[in-house]
């Protein structure tokens, strides 16, 4: 049986502070300590927060394309992230983007997409997470998800849930190089009748590989977690 997308892992300087400011963004809730933070309809995937002293020095190989219904909204939301500890930064967008780019209080970027995105029409807050990578590793984790791509086109590729919900995305080359472990990971809890080695040797035969302190690193060596559902987290 295959794994599910538990959650998305963040590295963070303060990961309580960050768990605030993104469950008052999304308007999702916290729990446990407070750093866990989880959508009101229990659907989905969460967001849990780690701490991490190491400094963030360029730019995330993944980020959040957040979704408007309208102009206004996408005003509102861009003016909450500000007023919960957002701020602008340029990363190249013109005048004529309808998007908006932010970063939030520890630097991880994010954008907030205008409304009438076709592309991000039928998901959620989060509409997709956008990941800078190869098509090889669209294809991985569409094989180790068990989620079939809804975009595959010029080295271009996209996966989401058969249940719907927000898209996992990849830009195709020029991949950046990644000299150090990722803000932002992907968190995979297997079902608890899972055979676990076999699962980790499936992963292995679709390209991935041991990396250090117990994650995995996907075919572009991008961290990864996998969890059972019986094992405490």
Same mark, same amino acid.
């Given at each position: 049986?295959?794994?599910?997308? !538990?959650?998305?892992? *963040?590295?963070?300087?303060?990961? !309580?502070?960050?768990?605030? *400011? ?18 009101? @309809? ?12 190491? =400094? #963030?020095?360029?730019?995330? &190989? ?5 979704? !408007?219904?309208?102009?206004?909204? &996408?005003?509102?939301?861009? %003016? ?12 190249? &967008?013109?005048?004529? $983007?309808?998007? /908006?780019?932010?970063? $939030?209080? @520890?630097?991880?970027?994010?954008? /907030?997409?205008?409304?009438? +995105?076709?592309?991000? %029409? ?9 990941? $800078? ?9 569409? %094989? ?8 595959? &086109? @010029? ?6 849930? =058969?249940?719907?919900?927000? #898209? ?6 020029? /991949?950046?190089? #990644? ?14 009748? %899972? ?17 250090? $302190? ?7 060596? +991008?961290? *990864? ?9």
């Amino acid at each position: 049986m295959t794994p599910h997308l !538990s959650a998305i892992g *963040f590295h963070a300087t303060d990961p !309580s502070d960050l768990a605030r *400011f993104w469950a008052g963004l999304l308007r999702w809730e916290r729990t446990g300590d407070g750093t866990l933070v989880v959508p009101p @309809d229990g659907t989905g995937y969460a967001l849990r927060f780690t701490e991490s002293q190491a =400094p #963030k020095t360029r730019p995330n &190989q993944a980020h959040f394309d957040l979704t !408007s219904a309208t102009p206004e909204a &996408q005003r509102d939301t861009v %003016a909450r992230a500000l007023e919960l500890g957002a701020r602008h930064i340029d990363i190249g &967008q013109t005048p004529e $983007d309808g998007h /908006v780019v932010l970063a $939030d209080p @520890d630097g991880n970027e994010f954008c /907030v997409i205008e409304a009438g +995105n076709t592309f991000l %029409a039928d998901t959620g807050v989060i509409g997709a997470v956008a990941c $800078d990578g190869t098509r090889a590793v669209g294809y991985f984790w569409s %094989a180790a998800l068990g989620w079939p791509l809804v975009w595959d &086109q @010029d080295e271009e590729t996209a996966i989401q849930s =058969p249940e719907g919900g927000t #898209k996992l995305t990849w830009g195709g080359p020029p /991949v950046r190089e #990644k000299p150090d472990a990722n803000r932002l990971y992907f968190e995979l809890t297997l079902p608890p009748d %899972a055979d676990g080695e076999a699962e980790t040797a499936r992963l292995a035969e679709l390209g991935a590989r041991p990396g250090p $302190d117990g994650v995995f690193l996907d075919p572009d060596g +991008n961290e *990864f977690r996998v969890l059972h559902a019986s094992a405490p987290q």
